[in-house]
């Protein structure tokens, strides 16, 4: 059974950077991939970043091009997500999500509990 924590919300001012956290616990296979989602208020849930384990293939969804980037400590099982840049649009609780790769990056088996990234214009 794979956990996930996240760690590292907050608010902050249009601009700005943050970073998150999610420490993984549990057998994480090599084929594994990782994942950050986002939902805000009155929105579906969007994959926002994701990469495999071994760090060989990366996601992004166009709006954070640029501004995020994942990356993964395999020693600390832990998975990063650094965003500049911030925009008031980039609100939303964000999620960890990890599962075996699959080409359409779909996540369906682990999830943390989400945490508050709110952006001030």
């Known amino acids: 059974q794979v956990k996930l924590a996240e760690s590292g919300g907050g608010s902050v001012q249009a601009g700005d950077s943050l970073r998150l956290s999610c420490a993984a616990s549990g057998p994480i296979l090599g084929n594994y991939a990782m994942g950050w989602f986002r939902q805000a208020p009155g929105k579906e849930r969007e994959l926002v970043a994701a990469m495999t384990w071994t760090g060989s293939t990366t996601y992004y969804t166009d709006s954070v091009k640029g501004r995020f980037t994942i990356s993964i400590d395999s020693d600390k099982n832990t998975v990063f997500l650094q965003m500049n840049s911030l925009k008031p649009e980039d609100t939303a609780v964000y999620y960890c999500?990890?599962?075996?790769?699959?080409?359409?990056?779909?996540?369906?088996?682990?999830w943390g509990q989400g945490t508050q990234v709110t952006v001030y214009s």
């Open positions: 999500a990890a599962d075996r790769y699959r080409v359409d990056w779909s996540f369906n088996n682990y």
